[in-house]
């Protein structure tokens, strides 16, 4: 059984290492340190730290790693086999990384050499792209541009949002490392170069991005609003005031060219409040008014009594 350290912070790296739990043998875990998180702003363990002390898993959680001596000679105690890594959310040194005979192995959440960075899954659904995959690849300095041993796809569904896709693409992911981990060890596998001249980069989002531009064609708004949930949502104005849109789908259909774009046209009990936009229709169907809890368009609608001619806003 090969011996790791595993590196992951989000519920994606969670998702990861309880399916590989059993399959290898984890030495310690690594994540980011506890940070206050919601309303109440409560400090709150890693989703990885609370499986790997349920597993008793060793934890540790340094503020650095760069020149972090303590850590750099607690990993070469261990002696793992690999460090594998996913959604850490830190540059790992090469100091760390060349300890472990097969180096750091990464499961990064898109098609590399397209979406290197931190927010590849937000970044391709908010693109409107069809499809994504997850790659396993061998870490170097440069991020997410080491030599890739395997590559999975999967399409993107109209119903896929970033919670969802994590979902998939964290699965896959596994799956996909628990077929390379042996391949690896035996020797039986090479990494393949990536093409740098192909790259494309996926930057976390602004807080500017969560803003709705209603000028913006229906289908980019549908994606944006899909990058954005569960959370944090995407932004709009209604009556003066903040409003969070978590759930909507788009229509095509021609309307007249003199409504206003962000226009409520259509208020329908099965099908959701209809918001003009300029190459159809967009049903909004969850949403959080500002200072209140998350509702469905029927709660809203009970209780904000909408009319024909209303208007969502940007900014």
């Known amino acids: 059984m090969i ?10 790296s969670r998702i990861i ?10 030495l310690a875990v690594i994540t ?24 008793n898993i060793p934890v540790l959680q340094p503020e650095k790693l760069r020149e972090n001596w303590e850590i750099i000679d607690i990993i070469r105690k261990l002696s ?36 290197r960075g931190v927010a590849p899954i937000e970044r391709v659904i908010m693109n409107c792209e069809k499809e994504t995959g997850v790659s396993i690849m061998k ?18 569904l109209p119903e896929d949002d970033r919670g969802s896709l994590s979902f998939k693409l964290a699965n896959l992911g596994a799956d996909l490392l628990l077929k ?25 989002l602004s807080k500017e991005e969560e803003i709705i531009d209603w000028q913006n064609s229906g289908l980019r708004i549908w994606c944006q609003i899909r990058a954005l949930a569960p959370e944090p949502g995407a ?17 095509g259909e021609v309307f007249e060219r003199d409504i206003i774009n962000g ?4 208020l329908d009990k099965e099908k959701g409040i209809g918001v003009k936009v300029k190459d159809g229709i967009l049903w909004v169907l969850e949403l959080q008014p500002e200072s209140k809890r998350r509702m469905n368009f029927l709660e809203f609608l009970n209780g904000y009594r909408l009319n024909i001619g209303e208007k969502f806003t940007s900014f």
Do not use: C, W
């Open 3 to 12: 011996k790791i350290i595993y590196f992951g912070t989000p519920e994606f």
């Open 80 to 115: 793992p086999d690999a460090l594998i890594v996913a959604a850490y959310g830190k540059i790992i040194p090469e100091e760390i990384l060349n300890i472990p005979p097969f180096g750091g192995i990464n499961i990064h959440a898109s098609i590399l050499p397209k979406y």
């Open 263 to 266: 226009t409520i046209i259509k």
């Open 180 to 204: 390379v981990l042996p391949l690896i060890k035996e020797g039986a596998i090479e990494p393949i170069p990536q093409d740098d001249s192909q790259a494309t980069y996926a930057p976390k």
């Open 139 to 156: 870490m170097e300095k440069e991020l997410d541009a080491g030599p890739v041993y395997a590559i999975e796809k999967i399409e993107i």
């Open 32 to 55: 980011q340190p506890d940070k206050p998180k919601g309303r109440g702003k409560k400090v709150l363990p890693p989703p990885v730290k609370e499986f790997a002390l349920d597993k």
């Open 235 to 251: 932004i709009t104005t209604f009556r003066g005031k903040n409003l969070k849109v978590f759930k909507a789908r788009f229509e």
């Open 17 to 26: 290492l309880e399916k590989i739990y059993s399959k290898v043998e984890i």
